[in-house]
């Protein structure tokens, strides 16, 4: 299985990015993709996962109403539309995969594969 994450970059506050998560490896119909983040300090956040094609989707408090996750199953793609995006976003963004299940709440110990981050850095 592998995963790599792209789209990152600097963007203004208010502003809007979109993450990729490349997947090779596995059907991504069957396997929860989660995304995660991580800023200097702090731990590690799990902000949104897709179940499963069949599955439910799950947000983070802090992300919900401004992510949208979203898969390509053709592509074998997972995006990551960020809108609104406030400075307390800054931070490097994984991608990771699991079991498909029928919900998931983007906790890492439920995803054994990993992509590399991508920064995302969000000033004026």
Known sequence: VQLQASGGGLVQPGGSLRLSCATSGITLDYYAIGWFRQ??????????????????????????????????????????????????????????????????????ADFNSWGQGTQVTVSS
């Open 39 to 108: 800023a200097p300090g702090k731990e590690r956040e799990g902000i949104s996962c897709s179940a499963s094609s069949f599955g439910s989707t799950y947000y983070a408090d802090s992300v919900k109403g401004r992510f949208t996750i979203s898969r390509d199953n053709a592509k074998n793609m997972v995006y990551l539309q960020m809108n609104s995006l406030k400075p307390d976003d800054t931070a490097i963004y994984y991608c990771a995969a699991g079991i498909g299940k029928r919900q998931c709440r983007a906790e890492a």
